[in-house]
């Protein structure tokens, strides 16, 4: 099993739509996860921290479920402007970040 | 508010040389790391250092070599330019091991 991994996609969905991606992970221990998203040939971003009791940040809901290990992003009223990769990213060890493939969105109009 | 800065953007290596990848933060961050990313895939870690002095092997280490000398600067050397390692590398700095901070990237093609 691969220490992160994500559907690729690609996610093709239409402006306002709400759309979801999950994130799997396989290290038991890891204690800290985010979401990245990364523009077509720019440096990752931190979109944001994911919490164990889950957290929001306008349309952008983080969940974390430590017991099947995997965290999910979900994306409402989608925006042309959402249309990246987005990156999940497990700590493998304290200091040891791992970063899933990526999943790619394109919102269309 | 310079950040993360990489040098160069962008190098074209024959097989066999050498070169160093620059990284340089301004924030006093004690974590530093460096990626590669190789086309359709994720980030794999290669080395990263928690202070001045300090590194450790990422995922990925081999062909790859880092110093730590002081806070600000984390170079990344190849000693012994490969194809496999064509690739973006992706240098990043955090206070902690948590949210990152990432420089533009420096593309390199070994030919």
């Known amino acids: 099993r691969k220490e992160v991994e994500q559907d690729p996609g690609p996610f093709n969905v239409p402006e306002g739509a709400t759309v979801a991606f999950n994130c799997t992970y396989s290290n038991s221990a890891s204690q800290s996860f985010f979401w990245y998203r990364q523009d077509c040939r720019k440096e990752p971003k931190l979109l944001m921290s994911v919490y164990s009791s889950g957290n929001e940040d306008g349309r952008f809901t983080a969940q974390l479920n430590r017991a099947s290990q995997y965290i999910s992003l979900l994306i409402r009223d989608s925006k042309l402007s959402d249309s990246a990769t987005y990156l999940c990213v497990v700590n493998y060890n304290n200091n040891d970040m791992r970063f899933g493939a990526g999943t790619r969105l394109t919102v269309k109009p | 508010n310079a950040g993360v800065t990489q040098t160069p953007k962008f190098r074209i290596l024959k097989i066999g040389q050498s070169m160093t990848l620059q990284c340089t933060q301004d924030?006093?961050?004690?974590?530093m790391y460096w990626y590669r990313q190789d086309p359709g895939m994720g980030l794999k870690l290669i080395y990263y250092?928690?202070?001045?002095?300090?590194?450790d092997k990422g995922e990925v280490p081999n062909g790859y070599n880092v110093s730590r000398s002081t806070t600000e600067d984390f170079p990344l050397r190849l000693e012994l330019a490969a194809p496999s390692q064509t690739s973006v590398y992706f240098c990043a700095s955090s206070q902690k091991p948590t949210a990152q901070h990432f420089g533009d990237g420096t593309r390199l093609s070994i030919l």
């Open positions: 250092s928690v202070g001045a002095g300090i590194t």
């Open positions: 924030m006093n961050h004690n974590y």
